[in-house]
């Protein structure tokens, strides 16, 4: 590294850190000032490197093999003047004398034998190794449930709504003319309390390396958090579906019944199946009586099924996995998520860092933290029913 990439690096870790404080401080404009003058400082360090990679000096010749007298019965074939003149002619791409052409090609079996790139001091060390410094992420399913719930924004810590009860409401009672009206049975009522709990944690992240990375750290990390806000609002939406009690599923006329009969009508309406990679592999392989499969593709979505017109939503095993060992079952819920939980959302994630606040200035970190703040509570227990295929 000479001393221009150096004085150049050093600039564009200050405006680096420049740019967060700007951002910490909320000054958004500054800070994308900021942003971009240290992109214009990483593309002169690119091409910096790149001018440097490239850079050959035309008076440089190429170690020469010393002379080794008359090997080959040819004086002149094996002189340090004879292979310098043939090996200009191949960098200009001249024609070779049949002398020449033979001496070329001993000399590179000479080199071959000596000196040979898989052994370090044969020559390997000086091999370029390929290697990369870009993060490359891995590509896995983070389905978000959130927006198949009801999400309902709050500016209190805690607080309660009021829930009619499920009860048969029974009709009119007959009067006659110059009689007393009876009293009507009254509406139950019952509430549905939420109290707001913060998630999130700190990562501290070395200052040295912020500053040596070629790489966007900061930005991989948002993404990297963000999923785990993905996964915390699902793990909360999925325990409350595995407090339900599951009933056998024998066959798909067994989900057709909870659609048709045990779900309330207007929540069937809405109705949508839930499952994992067992419990989908196992619908998407049932067919009719002429062989024709029994899901259909989404025209709105060609990569989703459905079932009965109802969307298939598809969760990785990992995140929601099948039960048994022997004999293995797959979860699979049915019905309208949106009736069934309220997601009380307080904020957002949010991300915020400080480089000299709490221990990240006695240690030289920058300390990242994320934190979220939600409840979820159950509003309507009869909207989802729970189910279990046992798998083949």
Known sequence: ?????????????AKLEEARRLMAESKMEEAR???SEAKQLREQIDLLKELRDTDTPGATVPVEPEARGNQSGNPAAWSVPSYRSAFLKVLRNRPLTGDEQRLVEEVELEVRAGMQGGVGEDGGLIVPQDIQTMIHELKREFVSLEPYVTVEPV???????????????????EI?????????DNPKFKPLAYTIKDRGGILPISNTLLNDTDQNLMQYIARWIAKKSVVTRNKLIL???AAL?????????????????????????NAIILTNQDGFNYLDNQKDADGKDLLQPDPTQPSRKLLKGKPIVVLANRWLP????????????????????VLFDRQQYSITSTNVGGKSFG??????????????????DEAVIAGEITLP
């Open 1 to 13: 590294m000479d001393e221009k990439e150096r004085e150049l690096r050093q600039r564009l870790a």
């Open 33 to 35: 000032s900021a942003t």
């Open 155 to 173: 500016s209190t810590r805690s607080g309660s709504r009021v829930i009619e009860k499920n009860a048969d409401i029974t009709p009119f009672a």
């Open 176 to 184: 006659t003319e110059m009689t007393d009206i009876g009293d009507l």
């Open 239 to 241: 325990d409350k579906l």
């Open 245 to 269: 009690t599951r009933k056998p599923i024998a066959n798909l006329d067994s989900i057709k019944k909870i659609l048709n009969v045990d779900l309330d009508p207007n929540i069937a309406l």
């Open 322 to 341: 099948s039960t048994g060992t022997t004999t293995k079952k797959a979860p699979i819920y049915i019905g309208d998520l949106k009736e069934f939980i």
């Open 363 to 380: 240690r030289n970190t920058t300390d990242v933290r994320a934190i979220q703040r939600e409840d979820l509570q159950l509003f309507d």
